[in-house]
């Protein structure tokens, strides 16, 4: 089984609410179904049939899990364990392993028990977090950006797009640094050294000018902190002249990754903005600074949902609204165009790219991987679902290394970079791949008739039966039926063939 084709999806526990203390589970005697349903929308049935009793307990069961579900009679909790049974398992032909060594690897030559980092924001602020993320199973956290300015939120500060499956799609915020002193982040850091010493520090500290960058990275390295990285790229700075303005100007980017350089030890990592055309002058500045590594992207500045009646956008705080940093898994496909980008800029080998935008799933994350990330970070994702997603991210990838035959996730770095290129150039355009209609999955709605008229070559038009026929004549393989149709019924075909 390719374990990147789910046979089950979201949109068939749509009603699901990813419970905390589900109820379903403490109504199962059986099995955790609370934990399968979860495997399932990370994406992983898979490691949820491995988790699966030898036999089907649902088979005489009175499903006291769908009354007890604080939707009932919403989430079909039994069928869809009946599908991992009956659909799925059969397909299945590796183990989840019983060990995590494959997973390990490194930040700057210090070792990582796993690539997942928490990403520098509120999930990685105060040491009760980060302490009940380590005990989660997640490798290390870049701590929310240590200061010396005087902090003040505003209330509201997130908002969120959501998509058809009622999960966050695309999300904004207008909050700024960590609103503790100085004093009371590095003694958190030691505290978090000392109680997790294998754990992984990443001290994200914003500094004013040359000295104030130098004395937060030295004294985050005498806290405890195994790597600083250098936050130039928060769009949603008060004062000008810092965070994203900073990652702006290349100039800058060097003067102040090699103050923090010269001050420290550690590895520095430079944080860089994708509010620009190209990350590279921003990226090779913060080597010749002396940077380690570079971390990319942060968050997008944007604006969201507009109100019509009041004319103020998202989030509104007292009848105003600001630009916004914008993430989620809607900014994924930016984020991987920059990691390409930097991965693929010979001037930069050797660094490390820690990379996020938009990870939520282990499959996200290993498209970070194989286009360049040595380890990725995460913080949108743990907003909406919690810490709880370390076990979907580690195990998902960790079944996928086994099923490739890989002895270490860093086998896979860089895999996908040799096919990607920044120009339309090199790609073939003298044959095509025609669509495949799957009759027998096709329920004749005609939405692909629909956009192929409008939208394409008006190649598709429904028979008697309300089945989509081909015209080949016309078709020119855009593919855009197979992206519209509801029910998966089109796919690419099996052979490209030469153009008429």
């Known amino acids: 089984m390719i374990q990147s084709t789910p046979v089950i999806s979201r949109s068939d526990m749509i009603q699901c609410a990813l419970c905390a203390d589900a109820p379903c589970t403490a109504a199962c005697m059986e099995m955790d179904p609370a934990s399968l349903l979860r495997n399932i929308w990370f994406e992983n049935e898979q490691v949820a049939v491995s988790r699966l009793p030898e036999s089907n ?22 069928e869809l364990i009946n599908r991992l049974y009956y659909q799925v398992k059969p397909l299945c032909e590796t183990q989840l392993p019983s060990d995590e060594s494959r997973l390990a690897c490194d930040f700057c030559g210090i070792p990582l028990e796993n690539p997942f980092l928490l990403a520098s924001s509120v999930v990685a602020s105060t040491y009760n977090m980060c302490a009940r993320a380590f005990e989660a199973g997640w490798a290390g956290a870049a701590f929310k950006t240590i200061c010396s300015m005087d902090i003040k939120e505003v209330s509201p500060r997130f908002s ?8 966050i799609m695309g999300f904004k915020n207008i909050e700024q640094l960590s609103d503790q002193s100085v004093d009371e982040n590095m003694e958190i850091i030691r505290k978090l050294k000392k109680k997790y010493p294998s754990k992984f520090i990443l001290a994200s500290i914003m500094g004013k000018d040359e000295a104030e960058w130098g004395e937060l990275a030295r004294l985050c390295e005498e806290n405890g902190a195994d790597a600083v990285e250098l936050n130039f ?9 810092l965070g994203s303005d900073i990652g702006q100007v290349p100039e800058l980017v060097e003067r102040f990754t090699r103050a923090a ?35 990319a992207i942060n968050t997008i500045k944007s604006v969201m949902d507009l109100n019509v009646h009041t004319y103020v956008a998202s989030p509104a705080v007292h009848g105003r609204s600001s630009f916004g940093g914008y993430s989620g ?62 076990d ?21 770095i860089g895999l996908g970079l040799d096919s990607l290129s920044e120009s339309t ?39 008697e039966n309300r089945r989509p026929v081909l015209n080949g004549r016309r078709c020119v393989g855009c593919h855009l039926c197979r992206l519209v149709c509801p029910q998966g019924a089109i796919t690419p075909g099996v052979k490209r063939v030469k153009k008429r």
């Open 261 to 295: 350089k010269k001050a420290c030890g550690i590895p520095v990592l430079a944080k860089l903005t994708p509010n620009v055309a190209e990350m590279s002058s921003a990226a090779e500045a913060a080597k010749r600074g002396g940077a380690d590594g570079i971390s």
């Open 392 to 412: 979907d991210l580690k195990a998902g990838l960790n079944l996928y290394l086994t099923e490739k035959g890989f002895s270490s996730v860093k086998e896979a």
């Open 233 to 241: 790229s928060c769009p949603n700075m008060a004062e000008g002249g």
């Open 425 to 463: 150039d090199v790609l073939e355009r003298d044959t095509i791949v025609y669509p495949s209609i799957d009759p027998a999955r096709c329920i004749g709605c005609g939405r692909c008739t629909i956009s192929c008229a409008d939208g394409g070559h008006s190649a598709l038009k429904l028979d």
């Open 329 to 390: 898994n809607a900014v994924r496909p930016i984020a991987l165009r920059f990691i390409s980008e930097l991965a693929q800029n010979k001037a930069l080998k050797g660094m490390h790219i820690s990379g996020m935008g938009g990870i939520e799933t282990w499959n996200d994350a290993l498209e970070f991987i194989l286009l360049g990330s040595s380890s990725v970070q995460v913080a949108t994702a743990v907003m909406q679902y919690g810490y709880r997603i370390i």
């Open 160 to 167: 969120a797009i959501s998509g058809g499956d009622g999960s």
């Open 57 to 78: 307990p649902c088979l005489t069961c009175r499903a006291p899990c769908e009354r007890h579900c604080v939707r009932p009679s919403e989430v079909q909790i039994r």
